[in-house]
Structure formats: C-alpha cells, structure tokens
C-alpha cells in the first residue's frame, strides 16, 4: 500500500518555527516531483512549495519565500519542509503530495498521491 505520511505539525508561537516530514513507503518515490500544500479553515487548499525528483529545483509561493525551506532526502524517501518565522496567517493543515508532472504539482493538480495532513498552529 502506498502512503504518504506526514509528521512535525504543532502549536507554535508566532516568529518559531517547525519541520514538517514527509515519509513515503509502498514503492520509491525517487522519480516524482514532491511538494507541500496547506489549507487553512474555509479556504481553498493552496500550494506551498515544490521539489523536483533530483531535487535541483525548486518553487515557493510568495507567501512563504524567504521564510520556508522544501527538501528531500532521496535514500529515505522523505522529503522536508523547514518552516521559520512563521506567522499566525500560515495556520492550516498541511499535506504533502506527489506528482509526476512538475506542471501539475506546482498549479495544484495532483493526481498521483496525497498525504493525509498536519496541523500547524500559529498563535500570536
């Protein structure tokens, strides 16, 4: 069975920060474009970053440029993200995604797999 899980999620105060993991088993992932996407309550589920399958690209949304950090460790079929100064605006919960299409991945349209979420809380 394939599975994307993901760890990291918590309560945080405004300006900490968090690492959120995104560990996949049931087949290797090493040929897939990964990536981190949040949906906030009553809101739409947003892209927040994206990497490449060699991980020699990557994207950000504006929002968090500068502040978070996408990667990937191939060998353990993980992938990362660094979360830092984090403000109470990148509340949600967050989920991890593989694509094979990098097109797809970065415009939100998954169709291969999903992770199934964790929370983020950003507290003032």
């Known amino acids: 069975q394939v599975q994307l899980v993901e760890s990291g999620g918590g309560l945080v105060q405004a300006g900490g920060s968090l690492r959120l993991s995104c560990a996949a088993s049931?087949?290797?992932?090493?040929?897939?474009?990964m990536g981190w996407f949040r949906q906030a309550p009553g809101k739409e589920r947003e892209f927040v970053a994206a990497?490449?399958?060699?991980?020699?690209?990557?994207s950000y949304a504006d929002s968090v440029k500068g502040r978070f950090t996408i990667s990937r460790d191939i060998a353990k079929n993980t992938e990362y993200l660094q979360m830092n100064s984090l403000k109470p605006e990148d509340t949600a919960v967050y989920y991890c995604?593989?694509?094979?299409?990098?097109?797809?991945?970065?415009?939100?349209?998954?169709?291969?797999?999903w992770g199934q979420g964790t929370q983020v809380t950003v507290s003032s």
């Open positions: 995604a593989a694509e094979k299409t990098w097109w797809n991945l970065i415009n939100a349209k998954v169709d291969d797999y």
């Open positions: 049931g087949r290797t992932f090493s040929n897939y474009h």
């Open positions: 990497i490449s399958w060699s991980g020699g690209l990557t």
